[in-house]
């Protein structure tokens, strides 16, 4: 995820200081994703030296509360008890956050999912029973996702950011669920009809060479 | 005390080359206040499990009891008697009564079961109300939506207070939305007492539950952990 994108969209708002910034972030993304002030403030220098944000000075942000640099953050070249500067967006960083809302992220090619690889790997492997190993990871899956639902049970809707971040977890993992279901009747379906591993028929060259072309799009 | 509790149920349909082993030996206990999922493929036994421990049909070997009573020991007249008072059922296809409004549906079982036409209506509107419904009491179900169908449903199987609710794929026929609404609406009565199986091939609804249950080829394979506090995700997740 974009800690950097999710920054400057926080800054377009108006000019905001670092802990103020590392608050609103954890509260707008349903304070699922924990993030420390540091890298915050590591952020914040990238971004300046990028053009796409410039401290506002130490004032000016109307932000309330504790403006003061906290003693442990001084590692980070601030000095502890001096006012905090204040960041504001560049129209450089508007338009990188405007182009950065519209351009898809890379879900072209097929990532090389660790769970894909078990399954696969347990149908080579001698003595292995893959409908076991893929029920062991359905019902770790389904757990996890009533860990979610009860989330979303005992939310009642108020805080939209969660439930939009607790629907994409559920979503996600239900994808996975459905996967290993297929994946299981499918392999039933083959070793119903005499598939082994060694007979595993190769694909053609031309074949071949069109699979790596997507799998390989990413690198 | 279990609502409900199978032991070691077998289910055996058709004789010799043609026989099927619909269920093999299943075991389980659901307390009052559970609501256990059943999931797994098509022909994986659960709507057999569901009917069986509904008693609308015998097991093969093994016993149902209900509420502590062993269903095969009752008299007819018993068992109709928990079908009508303890069992509420809850199907795919909503199966309301075209006829009938949506409070009549759901205050006929209590009639049936030999309640005052009076109470039974008074009692109908009561668990429609409970579900929002209230404004839909009069309305047959051609004149309700797939959701305001299966929460008639919903309420024609929990009034008067029954103990157990089984449910066949209850968001079958609905949409994401509806459907979860459907199964929050399972756990809230389980939360109040009540004890509910639910059998669903889609994982989504049956997290709703508070154990799920694997069947495969008429066997349970497996089963999740009774749930963890809210606070375990989190803080595995940071």
New interface residues.
């Given amino acids: 995820m974009s800690v950097r994108h999710a920054l400057l969209a926080l800054l377009s708002e108006g000019p905001k200081y670092g802990l103020q910034l590392r608050e609103e972030f954890e509260a707008r993304t349903g304070?699922?994703?924990?993030l420390n002030v540091g890298q915050v403030y590591t952020t914040l220098q990238r971004l300046e030296r990028d053009g796409l944000v410039e401290t506002a000075g130490a004032a000016g942000a109307g932000g309330a509360g504790d403006d003061r640099v906290p003693a442990e953050h001084d590692a980070l070249g601030t000095v502890p008890g001096a006012p905090q500067k204040a960041f504001r967006i560049t129209p450089a960083g508007s338009a990188e956050l405007d182009q950065w809302l519209r351009v898809p992220p890379d879900l072209s090619s097929p990532p090389r999912d660790e769970l894909v690889m078990k399954v696969l790997v347990a149908i080579t492997v001698p003595g292995t029973d893959v409908?076991e190993i893929i029920?062991?990871h359905?019902?770790y899956?389904?757990?996890?996702?009533?860990?979610?639902?009860?989330?979303k049970?005992?939310e009642d809707g108020s805080d939209l950011a969660f439930s939009l971040v607790v629907d994409a977890e559920?979503?996600r993992?239900?994808s996975v669920?459905?996967w290993l279901?297929a994946a299981?009747?499918r392999l039933r379906r083959a070793k119903a009809e005499g598939w082994a591993p060694a007979r595993t028929a190769q694909a053609t060259m031309p074949a071949l060479a069109r699979r790596r072309r997507i799998g390989a799009r990413q690198q | 005390m279990s609502v409900l509790e199978l032991r070691s149920i077998s289910k055996v349909f058709g004789r010799g080359a043609a026989e099927v082993q619909a269920l093999r030996d299943i075991s389980m206990s659901v307390p009052a206040g559970m609501m256990v999922a059943v999931?797994g493929?098509s022909g994986s036994g659960k709507s057999s499990l569901l009917t069986i421990a509904g008693t609308l049909e015998e097991p093969t070997s093994g016993a149902v009891l209900i509420n502590g009573q062993d269903v095969e020991r009752m008299s007819n007249g018993a068992k109709a008697q928990v079908r009508r008072r303890t069992i509420g059922y809850v199907f795919q296809d909503f199966n309301l009564l075209p006829g009938l409004t949506a409070a009549e549906n759901v205050s006929l079982p209590l009639e049936l079961d030999g309640m005052s036409a009076r109470r039974a209506h008074l009692a109908g509107l009561k668990a429609l109300e409970d579900l929002g419904l209230g404004d839909q009491a009069r309305r047959f179900p051609d004149q309700l939506s797939g959701g305001e169908r299966q929460r008639v449903a919903i309420a024609r199987a929990v009034v008067g207070d029954r103990s157990l609710l089984l449910a066949d794929e209850p968001s079958g026929a609905l949409d994401s939305t509806n459907g979860e609404a459907v199964m929050?609406l399972i756990?809230t009565y389980c939360k109040r007492g009540t004890a509910a199986v639910v059998v669903t091939?889609?994982?989504?609804l049956?997290?709703?539950?508070?154990r799920?249950v694997?069947l495969?080829d008429g066997r349970i394979?497996?089963?999740?952990?009774p749930?963890?506090g809210?606070e375990?995700?989190?803080e595995q997740?940071?």
């Fill in positions: 304070e699922v994703w924990p409908h029920q062991a359905r019902t899956l389904v757990q996890l996702m009533q860990e979610w639902t009860r989330l049970e005992d559920l979503f993992l239900d669920v459905r279901d299981d009747g | 999931m493929p929050r756990h091939h889609d994982a989504q049956a997290s709703w539950a508070d799920v694997f495969r394979v497996d089963q999740t952990m749930p963890a809210p375990t995700l989190l997740s940071s």
